[in-house]
Nanobody, 128 residues
Framework: QVQLVESGGGLVQAGDSLRLSCAAS????????MGWFRQAPAGNERTFIA?????????IYADSVKGRFTISRDSNKNAVYLQMNSLKPEDTAVYYC????????????????????WGQGTQVTVSS
């Protein structure tokens, strides 16, 4: 069973950058759709931020982060990253890494219940 562990969160100022990491205990490349979701302090739902297909060749981004965030994978390290640039106070949230079946990318990429593995989350706080 693959386990996911996020890291890299912290407190930054608006305009700064952060890179979140998601370390997988097993092989995820070519097997799982990998996604980053976030849950805002006052929100009840996790919303999708970025999705990477199992092949690594396709991505989907939420409109709110398009052009600022980049999802990537290092297959050799079994890790997935979220590079976040030009951070805004509204990006403040707990960020979660998730893994789903390869088909998730094509059928239900933004639905949290399509992902069967989740990390514990890492807090990102952006001050104005």
């Amino acid at each position: 069973q693959v386990q996911l562990v996020e890291s890299g969160g912290g407190l930054v100022q608006a305009g700064d950058s952060l890179r979140l990491s998601c370390a997988a205990s097993g092989r995820t490349s070519n097997t799982y759709t990998m996604g980053w979701f976030r849950q805002a302090p006052a929100g009840n739902e996790r919303t999708f931020i970025a999705i990477l297909s199992a092949s690594g060749g396709n991505t989907i981004y939420a409109d709110s982060v398009k052009g600022r965030f980049t999802i990537s994978r290092d297959s050799n390290k079994n890790a997935v990253y979220l590079q976040m640039n030009s951070l805004k106070p509204e990006d403040t949230a707990v960020y979660y890494c998730a893994a789903g079946a390869a088909s998730t990318f094509y059928f239900a990429p933004v639905k949290t219940n399509a992902y069967h593995l989740w990390g514990q989350g890492t807090q990102v706080t952006v001050s104005s």
